[in-house]
């Protein structure tokens, strides 16, 4: 059974759409929704936004059901200005951005037992590289590269380029680098797809709006194809 994790309604419920066989769970509070996407069994569940909420959720679909990998899913903002509203950035490597240790001589970004980053799954990427070439689509472009993720909705240029440099990273998003860090620690194989709803200029926020449902929907789209 597949794991996946979204952040918000929108994005949850784009994943649902494509669903069947659908039935529901509360745990904790939490609405897990198990059923297929094509043949295979998934469960979905939302974590809210942010690290903690995103670790809590991860931890708690890990225990609570067979999971033999984890799929985070949503929206991002890009790092990189060469991406644009719609295209899609697949992780292979996920960082915390604003993990800062580097008082006792750590770079920025490393985590005790975990390392600088965190690497997603080979076989899963392989297997994501294959849709990706299936899919043959040339409505928008997807990129294989570094995900940022940090405790703020990066709104300010200068914040976004440095992470871009510090990173190397594609895009920045709240949670999949906590996912990542569950999912490393429980011996979940993961794999990271986001799709670029906002740049980060200042006025982000507008277009992150209004754009949320398109990329939200991509998403769902790269998803089905890859199951």
Partial sequence: MYGIIAAMKEEVQAIKDIMTDIKEEEIYELKFIIGKINDEKVVLVESGVGKVNAARVTQILINTFCIKSVVNVGVAGAANN?????????GNRIVQHDFDITAFGHPKGYISNI???????????????????NLKTKDFKIKIGVIASGDIFCVDTKMKEKIRTKFQAEAIDMESAAIAQVCTLDKIPLIVIRSISDNPNGNNVITYEEFLEMATKRCAEIIKCYL
């Fill in 82 to 90: 060469e991406l644009n509203i719609g295209d899609i950035v697949i």
């Fill in 115 to 133: 390392g600088e980053n965190v690497e997603c799954d080979t076989k899963l990427l392989e297997k994501m590289v294959q849709t990706i070439e």
